[in-house]
Protein backbone atom coordinates (compact mmCIF):
# COMPACT_ATOMS: atom_id res chain seq x y z
CA UNK A 1 0.00 0.00 0.00
CA UNK A 2 1.64 3.85 -0.84
CA UNK A 3 1.15 5.90 2.26
CA UNK A 4 -1.32 8.81 1.55
CA UNK A 5 0.99 12.13 2.67
CA UNK A 6 -0.40 14.03 5.75
CA UNK A 7 0.47 17.31 5.80
CA UNK A 8 -1.39 20.73 6.59
CA UNK A 9 -5.03 20.40 6.58
CA UNK A 10 -6.05 22.19 3.46
CA UNK A 11 -9.49 24.37 3.15
CA UNK A 12 -12.76 22.72 2.84
CA UNK A 13 -14.49 23.65 -0.87
CA UNK A 14 -17.52 21.00 0.18
CA UNK A 15 -19.62 20.72 2.78
CA UNK A 16 -22.47 18.81 4.15
CA UNK A 17 -24.28 19.17 7.60
CA UNK A 18 -27.23 16.98 8.71
CA UNK A 19 -28.07 15.80 5.63
CA UNK A 20 -31.37 13.59 5.68
CA UNK A 21 -33.18 11.82 2.67
CA UNK A 22 -36.37 10.50 3.16
CA UNK A 23 -38.81 8.67 0.68
CA UNK A 24 -42.15 7.88 1.52
CA UNK A 25 -41.48 7.22 5.13
CA UNK A 26 -38.24 5.31 4.82
CA UNK A 27 -34.95 7.03 6.04
CA UNK A 28 -32.13 6.67 3.11
CA UNK A 29 -29.59 9.04 4.65
CA UNK A 30 -30.01 10.59 8.15
CA UNK A 31 -27.45 13.31 9.57
CA UNK A 32 -24.60 12.78 7.33
CA UNK A 33 -21.55 15.00 7.96
CA UNK A 34 -18.80 15.45 5.41
CA UNK A 35 -15.85 17.61 4.82
CA UNK A 36 -14.26 17.11 1.59
CA UNK A 37 -10.92 19.49 0.77
CA UNK A 38 -9.19 20.55 -1.70
CA UNK A 39 -6.03 18.90 -3.20
CA UNK A 40 -7.54 15.72 -1.41
CA UNK A 41 -8.99 12.48 -2.52
CA UNK A 42 -12.24 11.45 -0.22
CA UNK A 43 -13.51 7.83 -0.78
CA UNK A 44 -17.13 7.27 0.50
CA UNK A 45 -18.00 3.59 0.85
CA UNK A 46 -20.21 1.42 2.43
CA UNK A 47 -21.84 -2.53 1.55
CA UNK A 48 -24.66 -2.06 -0.92
CA UNK A 49 -27.70 -0.36 0.02
CA UNK A 50 -25.72 1.94 2.61
CA UNK A 51 -26.88 5.53 0.98
CA UNK A 52 -23.31 6.40 -0.95
CA UNK A 53 -25.94 6.91 -3.99
CA UNK A 54 -27.75 8.70 -2.80
CA UNK A 55 -25.60 10.95 -1.00
CA UNK A 56 -23.73 11.66 -4.26
CA UNK A 57 -27.13 12.46 -5.95
CA UNK A 58 -28.18 15.07 -2.96
CA UNK A 59 -24.50 17.02 -3.03
CA UNK A 60 -25.14 17.17 -7.11
CA UNK A 61 -28.16 18.14 -6.73
CA UNK A 62 -29.78 15.62 -8.82
CA UNK A 63 -31.85 15.06 -5.01
CA UNK A 64 -33.40 17.96 -2.94
CA UNK A 65 -32.70 17.16 0.84
CA UNK A 66 -35.22 16.47 3.15
CA UNK A 67 -33.19 18.19 5.76
CA UNK A 68 -29.47 19.38 5.79
CA UNK A 69 -27.57 22.11 4.35
CA UNK A 70 -24.66 21.52 1.52
CA UNK A 71 -22.07 24.31 0.75
CA UNK A 72 -20.00 24.83 -2.10
CA UNK A 73 -16.90 26.94 -2.06
CA UNK A 74 -18.64 29.11 1.12
CA UNK A 75 -21.61 28.76 -0.87
CA UNK A 76 -25.05 27.31 0.45
CA UNK A 77 -26.30 25.41 -2.59
CA UNK A 78 -28.90 23.13 -0.57
CA UNK A 79 -32.16 24.72 -2.77
CA UNK A 80 -30.05 25.07 -5.61
CA UNK A 81 -30.60 23.13 -9.35
CA UNK A 82 -27.96 20.75 -10.87
CA UNK A 83 -27.12 23.39 -13.64
CA UNK A 84 -26.07 25.61 -11.58
CA UNK A 85 -24.13 23.54 -9.01
CA UNK A 86 -22.16 22.09 -12.04
CA UNK A 87 -21.44 25.60 -13.60
CA UNK A 88 -20.35 26.89 -9.98
CA UNK A 89 -17.79 23.71 -10.13
CA UNK A 90 -18.99 20.81 -8.55
CA UNK A 91 -19.03 18.33 -11.90
CA UNK A 92 -19.77 14.30 -11.62
CA UNK A 93 -19.15 11.36 -13.45
CA UNK A 94 -21.57 8.79 -13.48
CA UNK A 95 -21.06 4.79 -12.83
CA UNK A 96 -22.41 4.24 -16.67
CA UNK A 97 -19.87 5.88 -19.13
CA UNK A 98 -21.41 8.94 -20.69
CA UNK A 99 -19.30 9.60 -23.65
CA UNK A 100 -20.86 10.07 -27.79
CA UNK A 101 -19.63 6.42 -28.74
CA UNK A 102 -19.71 7.86 -32.50
CA UNK A 103 -16.91 10.84 -31.77
CA UNK A 104 -13.52 10.40 -31.72
CA UNK A 105 -11.54 10.75 -28.61
CA UNK A 106 -10.61 14.42 -29.43
CA UNK A 107 -14.21 15.29 -30.63
CA UNK A 108 -15.83 13.85 -27.18
CA UNK A 109 -13.22 16.26 -25.85
CA UNK A 110 -14.05 19.47 -28.02
CA UNK A 111 -17.66 18.87 -27.07
CA UNK A 112 -16.85 19.30 -23.58
CA UNK A 113 -15.39 22.32 -23.66
CA UNK A 114 -18.17 23.97 -25.64
CA UNK A 115 -19.47 24.87 -22.21
CA UNK A 116 -16.65 26.62 -20.71
CA UNK A 117 -15.88 28.40 -23.83
CA UNK A 118 -19.51 29.40 -24.20
CA UNK A 119 -19.54 27.57 -27.55
CA UNK A 120 -22.53 25.69 -26.54
CA UNK A 121 -25.18 28.41 -27.45
CA UNK A 122 -23.61 29.51 -30.23
CA UNK A 123 -25.86 27.03 -32.62
CA UNK A 124 -25.62 29.42 -35.77
CA UNK A 125 -21.11 28.77 -36.12
CA UNK A 126 -19.92 26.43 -38.33
CA UNK A 127 -18.40 23.01 -36.68
CA UNK A 128 -15.47 24.68 -38.02
CA UNK A 129 -15.87 27.39 -34.89
CA UNK A 130 -14.93 24.49 -32.78
CA UNK A 131 -11.05 24.55 -34.08
CA UNK A 132 -10.30 27.25 -31.26
CA UNK A 133 -10.73 24.37 -28.80
CA UNK A 134 -8.08 21.73 -30.32
CA UNK A 135 -5.77 23.50 -28.41
CA UNK A 136 -6.76 22.75 -24.82
CA UNK A 137 -7.97 19.13 -25.91
CA UNK A 138 -5.03 18.27 -26.73
CA UNK A 139 -3.64 19.69 -23.53
CA UNK A 140 -6.54 17.20 -21.69
CA UNK A 141 -5.84 13.87 -23.82
CA UNK A 142 -2.21 14.39 -23.16
CA UNK A 143 -2.57 15.06 -19.71
CA UNK A 144 -4.61 11.88 -19.30
CA UNK A 145 -2.75 9.64 -21.36
CA UNK A 146 -4.94 9.55 -24.26
CA UNK A 147 -3.25 10.60 -27.13
CA UNK A 148 -2.33 7.37 -28.71
CA UNK A 149 -6.32 7.04 -29.16
CA UNK A 150 -6.94 10.48 -30.21
CA UNK A 151 -8.57 10.00 -33.36
CA UNK A 152 -9.94 6.44 -31.87
CA UNK A 153 -14.14 6.96 -31.85
CA UNK A 154 -15.03 6.05 -28.21
CA UNK A 155 -17.12 3.11 -29.35
CA UNK A 156 -13.60 1.56 -30.32
CA UNK A 157 -11.85 2.63 -26.42
CA UNK A 158 -11.37 -0.76 -24.71
CA UNK A 159 -13.64 -0.17 -20.92
CA UNK A 160 -10.46 1.40 -19.00
CA UNK A 161 -9.80 3.88 -21.92
CA UNK A 162 -13.66 4.76 -22.25
CA UNK A 163 -13.49 5.41 -18.48
CA UNK A 164 -10.89 7.70 -18.65
CA UNK A 165 -12.13 9.62 -21.55
CA UNK A 166 -15.09 10.16 -19.49
CA UNK A 167 -12.64 12.18 -16.75
CA UNK A 168 -11.12 13.87 -19.47
CA UNK A 169 -14.58 15.22 -20.27
CA UNK A 170 -15.54 16.29 -17.26
CA UNK A 171 -12.22 17.96 -16.34
CA UNK A 172 -12.75 20.42 -19.65
CA UNK A 173 -15.44 21.68 -17.15
CA UNK A 174 -12.67 22.68 -14.90
CA UNK A 175 -14.18 22.04 -11.96
CA UNK A 176 -12.70 22.58 -8.38
CA UNK A 177 -14.82 19.38 -6.81
CA UNK A 178 -14.89 16.16 -9.12
CA UNK A 179 -16.85 13.64 -7.82
CA UNK A 180 -16.54 9.78 -9.09
CA UNK A 181 -19.16 6.92 -9.24
CA UNK A 182 -17.40 3.79 -8.97
CA UNK A 183 -14.78 4.57 -11.26
CA UNK A 184 -13.19 1.28 -10.99
CA UNK A 185 -16.46 -0.59 -11.94
CA UNK A 186 -15.69 -3.94 -14.18
CA UNK A 187 -11.85 -2.22 -14.82
CA UNK A 188 -9.24 -4.87 -15.03
CA UNK A 189 -5.74 -4.97 -13.43
CA UNK A 190 -4.10 -2.91 -15.24
CA UNK A 191 -6.82 -0.11 -16.11
CA UNK A 192 -7.26 -0.19 -12.45
CA UNK A 193 -4.04 1.33 -11.90
CA UNK A 194 -4.33 3.29 -14.96
CA UNK A 195 -7.28 5.44 -13.46
CA UNK A 196 -5.68 5.04 -9.79
CA UNK A 197 -2.83 7.05 -10.89
CA UNK A 198 -4.73 9.50 -13.30
CA UNK A 199 -7.55 10.36 -10.10
CA UNK A 200 -3.75 10.71 -7.95
CA UNK A 201 -2.76 13.17 -10.29
CA UNK A 202 -5.89 14.77 -11.16
CA UNK A 203 -6.39 15.51 -7.16
CA UNK A 204 -3.20 17.69 -7.03
CA UNK A 205 -5.44 20.57 -8.22
CA UNK A 206 -8.63 20.11 -7.36
CA UNK A 207 -10.88 17.93 -4.38
CA UNK A 208 -12.01 14.67 -5.79
CA UNK A 209 -14.56 12.66 -3.83
CA UNK A 210 -15.42 9.35 -4.97
CA UNK A 211 -17.71 6.06 -4.31
CA UNK A 212 -15.54 3.18 -5.18
CA UNK A 213 -15.96 -0.76 -3.81
CA UNK A 214 -12.57 -1.59 -4.88
CA UNK A 215 -10.33 -1.22 -1.60
CA UNK A 216 -7.17 -1.86 -2.36
CA UNK A 217 -7.59 1.54 -4.76
CA UNK A 218 -9.20 3.47 -1.91
CA UNK A 219 -6.21 2.64 0.96
CA UNK A 220 -3.53 3.24 -2.23
CA UNK A 221 -4.80 6.81 -2.97
CA UNK A 222 -7.59 8.23 -0.69
CA UNK A 223 -6.35 10.55 2.07
CA UNK A 224 -9.79 10.41 4.14
CA UNK A 225 -12.51 7.59 4.31
CA UNK A 226 -15.95 7.37 5.09
CA UNK A 227 -18.04 4.60 5.70
CA UNK A 228 -21.68 4.73 5.48
CA UNK A 229 -23.81 2.01 6.94
CA UNK A 230 -27.76 2.10 6.87
CA UNK A 231 -27.55 5.89 5.74
CA UNK A 232 -25.74 7.21 8.57
CA UNK A 233 -22.01 7.39 9.09
CA UNK A 234 -20.30 4.49 10.47
CA UNK A 235 -16.65 5.61 10.85
CA UNK A 236 -14.38 8.08 9.44
CA UNK A 237 -10.61 8.66 9.24
CA UNK A 238 -7.78 7.48 7.15
CA UNK A 239 -8.38 4.18 5.61
CA UNK A 240 -5.67 2.40 8.39
CA UNK A 241 -8.36 3.57 11.11
CA UNK A 242 -11.66 2.72 9.65
CA UNK A 243 -10.24 -0.54 8.37
CA UNK A 244 -8.91 -1.61 11.72
CA UNK A 245 -12.65 -0.51 13.18
CA UNK A 246 -14.77 -3.79 14.13
CA UNK A 247 -17.75 -2.24 13.38
CA UNK A 248 -16.66 -2.08 9.73
CA UNK A 249 -15.17 -5.11 9.00
CA UNK A 250 -19.07 -6.11 10.34
CA UNK A 251 -20.52 -3.93 8.38
CA UNK A 252 -18.75 -5.60 5.24
CA UNK A 253 -18.42 -9.58 6.38
CA UNK A 254 -21.45 -9.85 8.62
CA UNK A 255 -18.50 -10.93 11.43
CA UNK A 256 -15.92 -9.02 13.79
CA UNK A 257 -13.47 -12.03 13.00
Known sequence: MTDVPHDDEPRVVL???????DFSGF??????NLDVHH?????????NGAG????????????????GQITLLGTDITKMKPDAVARMGLVRS???????????????VRVALQRPAELHVQFWRSLGALDVLNG???VLIDELGLTPWRDVRAADLSYGRKRVLEIATTLAL????????EPMAGMGHEDVHTVA????????????????????VVADICHHVTVLQRGEILAEGDYATVAADPRVRTAYMGTEA
Do not use: C, W, Y
Not at 27 to 32: D, F, I, K, M, Y
Not at 39 to 47: D, E, N, S, T
Not at 174 to 181: A, F, H, I, R
Open 39 to 47: ARIHALIGP
Open 27 to 32: TAVNNV
Open 136 to 138: RAE
Open 52 to 67: KTTVFNLLTKFLQPTR
Open 94 to 108: FQISAVFPHLTVLEN
Open 15 to 21: SARGLGK
Open 174 to 181: DPQVLLLD
Open 197 to 216: EIIREVARHRAVLMVEHNLS
